[in-house]
């Protein structure tokens, strides 16, 4: 049996705007193209705004628990990160919201709605003009 599909949001610590840029978004999908060898977690769809970043992924049966597995990639992220944009620790605040989607047909209209955050902080003029999201695997096969 296929598990959830759940939703996160992950912040910046303080806030602070070091995501919406190349280094950012090849460190994350480096990781989470990894995570499903190393941890048994699928990222689908992500979007990194300046000081957050919008993800859904899917546990295999063997995978480590959710705060396991956002605990290890954001540490990882951390120490990459932290050098290459001159920042101090700590990187990302320590909680995170999670939402497990009921049906993968709601992952569609979630993701709707999150792709629309750039439009709606005035970043972009549509959600196709925001570079900075992608998707690592196809969560709905």
């Not at 995501?19 to 990894?34: F, G, H, I, Y």
């Not at 063997?62 to 944009?85: C, D, M, N, V, Y």
Request: proline share 7%; hydrophobic share 40%.
């Amino acid at each position: 049996m296929l598990q959830p599909i759940v939703g996160l949001t992950v912040v910046t610590h303080g806030r602070r705007e070091q995501l919406a840029n190349p280094s950012a978004l090849e460190t994350l999908t480096s990781l989470w193209r990894q995570s499903s060898d190393f941890d048994g977690w699928y990222v689908g769809d992500y979007l990194l705004m300046p000081d957050h970043v919008h993800l859904f992924a899917r546990a295999s049966s063997e995978a480590k628990p959710l705060p396991a597995w956002i605990a290890t990639w954001t540490a990882i992220s951390a120490r990459r990160l932290g050098p290459l944009l001159r920042t101090h620790s700590p990187f990302w605040e320590r909680n995170y919201f999670d939402r497990f989607l009921r049906i993968d047909d709601s992952y569609g209209l979630e993701w709707e709605y999150v792709s629309m955050n750039p439009v709606r902080q005035s970043l972009c003029a549509a959600p196709g003009d925001w570079p900075w999201k992608g998707r690592v695997f196809d969560l709905t096969v």
